[in-house]
């Protein structure tokens, strides 16, 4: 049997136990061409792969290392050197990946057996036991999930209660930094010659991608990585809680993790990041609200966008219940705004591959849906342009969470005016935007946006019962209030559509 491995199921230690003599990795490069990812992306993936293969090497395992057009190209190359294959492999939870592995092994002549990917923290069968009948109008609450996973592996429990007596501590994960504050500095783990060969290879291989090439800093091999997970235990987990939502100019990773990367493509298993947490809890060395915020992320929300994913799927991808149709404006290609808090965070996706969530969640898709943007568009675009993107984890966060395309997993959109980013971040003290105004051409565009959007989507959205207070504001306007704000924010889409403001 040989264990054939994607490039997101980089694990070494569950290779290690499974004791196979044979790996087979292959590079297609056709997947990578699909889209223009951005080119941290690819060299991650690539020069993880590559010295994936080395250390399985160097543990005595065969590894059969093919770079191809396509995976079928691959596995007959496979096939005529080693024979007629007989794959093992772990279920993808992206959709299509593995009807595409099982028909190109059929179509070399080969078997193929896929088994339960031992690489996160709950299996499909678990969810579907809590979840029950996979009915094609089920809603999915994260809460809930939550509480049930983590009664069911113990972990933050004491007992049959959560410890610290709380499930959830997100009142105390809502500070800003104050100004003198200086964030843990980002660990940068430099490219070998492996992955500068990479880089150079990909001007060739892929020269359509999105993004700054360089300066490259992820981690590529598990020794960086658990490095990553030590320096954010250490460094980071402290204040990881109380600055979770914050965000600050010319600043963008805070006390975030900055694991994703290196998790989505099995470096770290999620397993391994919540075991440190709870022990750094144990220790004393982090707070409670901090740990448990990091593993509600894994345990929680990671899990759940997983398992809602595979049930929601296909309808999910081109979920529209608010049937936003415009394409999305160029800012987000070139960043070129006056709107500091925008041109910021799409610089920090264009720089590095990398936003952290509040600047994915309030900014980047929060402006997409308040201009009317089509999900699948935004998701794309997600897609495409971070290091830590896959389909499967994408489209419920972008289409499901940031566009509220859908109301499978969230029962209310992430709409917000200017007043949460000047609460919640500096970057409006930058601004040639006045976050306090609605109209006018000083006005913060984000303003006339959202109120525009609760205007137009009104029947939708106050059905859903949890808008009462804001609908309780767009009660109070008068008419010449909504007329001044409509031709605001049509003068607001029509230059951001042009890329003039
Ligand atoms: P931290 O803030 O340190 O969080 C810890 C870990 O929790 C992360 O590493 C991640 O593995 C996990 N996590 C937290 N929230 C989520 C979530 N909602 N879904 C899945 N995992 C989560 N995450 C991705 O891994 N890939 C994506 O392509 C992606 N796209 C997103 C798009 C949008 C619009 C939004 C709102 C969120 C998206 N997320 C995505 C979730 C989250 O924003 C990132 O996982 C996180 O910002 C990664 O940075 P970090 O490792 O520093 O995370």
Known sequence: ???WLLGDQLHLPTVLELDLEHVLLIEASAVGQRRRYHPQKLILVLSAMRHFAEELRA????????????????????????????????????????????????????????ITSPLYLSTRAQFDAWAGPHETDRRYRQE???????????????????????WNYDSQNRETPPADWTPPVAPRYPPDALTEAVAE??????????????????????????????????????EFGRYQDA????????????????????????REAVDRAV?????????????????????????????????????????????????????????DTDMRCLEQTVRHVYDR????????????????????????????????????????????????MGSFGTDVLSSKPYAASANYISKMSDHCGQCQFDPTATTGADACPFNALYWNFLDEHEEQLRATGR?????????????????????????????????EL
Do not use: C
């Open 1 to 3: 049997m040989t264990l």
């Open 59 to 114: 543990h005595d395992i065969r590894v059969s290392y093919l770079q191809a057009s396509t995976f079928e190209a691959g596995l007959r190359e496979y096939a005529t050197a080693a024979g007629t294959p007989e794959i093992v492999g772990f279920e993808h939870p992206s959709a299509g990946i593995d009807a595409t592995r099982r028909s190109v092994v059929d179509a070399v002549g080969g078997s193929i057996e896929l």
């Open 144 to 166: 809930q999930w939550y509480r049930h996973i983590r009664t069911e592996t113990g972990i933050l429990m004491d007992g049959t209660d959560p410890v610290g007596g709380s």
């Open 201 to 238: 290879e990909l001007q060739h291989e892929y020269p359509q991608t999105w993004g700054a090439a360089a300066p490259f800093g992820w981690p590529v091999t598990r020794t960086d990585a658990l490095d990553a997970l030590d320096q954010f235990i250490a460094q980071r987990l402290p």
């Open 247 to 270: 965000m600050v100019d010319e600043e963008w990773a805070l006390a975030h993790s900055l694991l994703s990367m290196s998790i989505n493509i099995g470096l770290l298993h999620p």
């Open 279 to 335: 022990a750094a809890f144990e220790a004393d060395a982090a707070p409670i609200n901090a740990v448990e915020g990091f593993v509600r992320q894994l345990v929680g929300w990671r899990e759940f966008m997983r398992h809602v994913y595979r049930r929601a799927m296909p309808q999910l991808a081109t979920a529209n219940q608010l049937e936003q149709q415009r394409s999305l404006p160029p800012v987000y290609w070139d960043g």
């Open 353 to 400: 591959g990398y936003a952290h969530h509040i600047e994915r969640l309030m900014v980047l898709s929060n402006f997409a849906m308040l201009y009317g943007a089509e999900p699948a568009a935004v998701n794309e675009w997600f897609h495409l342009g971070f290091v830590d993107a896959y389909h499967w984890v994408t489209t419920p966060n972008v289409i499901g």
């Open 467 to 499: 808008m009462g207070l804001m609908y309780s504001h767009v009660d109070r306007k008068s008419e010449e209030e909504w007329e001044a704000i409509r031709e605001r924010a049509e003068d607001v889409r029509q230059k951001i559509a042009a890329g």
